[in-house]
């Protein structure tokens, strides 16, 4: 944790206990688990880092809060989103143990990856950390059936690339591009049995996995041949196009790690079978 990060924990700890004599929140403080998130937990905190806190509570009594906000003139919404803390050193929301428990339950991997690091500020009888032990326990224990859809994606991606590029449509194939090294990050996590950030952090923590370990390099270097301009000879072979060879490059290195860590599939000769 860097000494950004350790001041902004220190003030988190600071303005928790600001919130726990706030004047709906004081009412229902021990039915609430107060976890900061982002940069904070995370120890990577920068000069425009700030201080994100979640409140997690039964979605009963996070409507009471809700309610208790509203009619003290503190929130004009129905959600109670983003209140300030402080002159906007950081913000809060409320979230319900049962949405937290929907973002496993829905595979949602950013937001699984979010909270598996989130730091508990005040946690009444451990249940956010129990919450998150006790679903994290098997979540992608078998990684293989989310590395499937993932590597179809890629394969097919490349596939229905060769159309804008045989045509010379730039736009078409820079977005193909993006989304090959999108799905190529995501499946580095994935292929570690672990969920993926956010976008915006997707790359970051790239080198962390095996796979993002040893291809960090060449997804890098593949982001200066995607057509960002300039114009695209059509009628090429595929192989002549860099963004298309570099691209089934790398794929191909996905091959072989999956054969190599988890073994071999019909799916990864044959994905032009499951479109």
Known sequence: MNDKSKELLQQAYIHANELSRHPVLSHYWNQCSLVVKGSVSRGNCDQYSDI????????DVRQAIIIGY?????????????????DWEGHYHFESFTMLEGYYGENNYP??????????IHDPESRFKHTIAQQ???FLSNPI??????????QFTLDWMRHPLKRGDAISTSLHCSKIVRELCQLSYILDGKSYPHDKWLSSFLSTTRFGSLQEERIVSYLSVIPTGGSITPHMELNEYPCYQRAWEMIDSVIRFIREHYGDYPWIDEWYLYG
């Open 111 to 120: 937001q699984v990856w979010e909270f598996q690091q989130a730091i508990p």
């Open 136 to 138: 994290s326990a098997h």
């Open 145 to 154: 059936k989310v590395i499937k859809p993932l590597y179809l994606s890629l």
């Open 52 to 59: 994100d806190f979640v409140f997690f509570c039964d979605e």
């Open 70 to 86: 509203r009619e003290a003139g503190l929130s004009t919404t129905k959600d109670n989103a983003f209140q300030p803390i402080g």
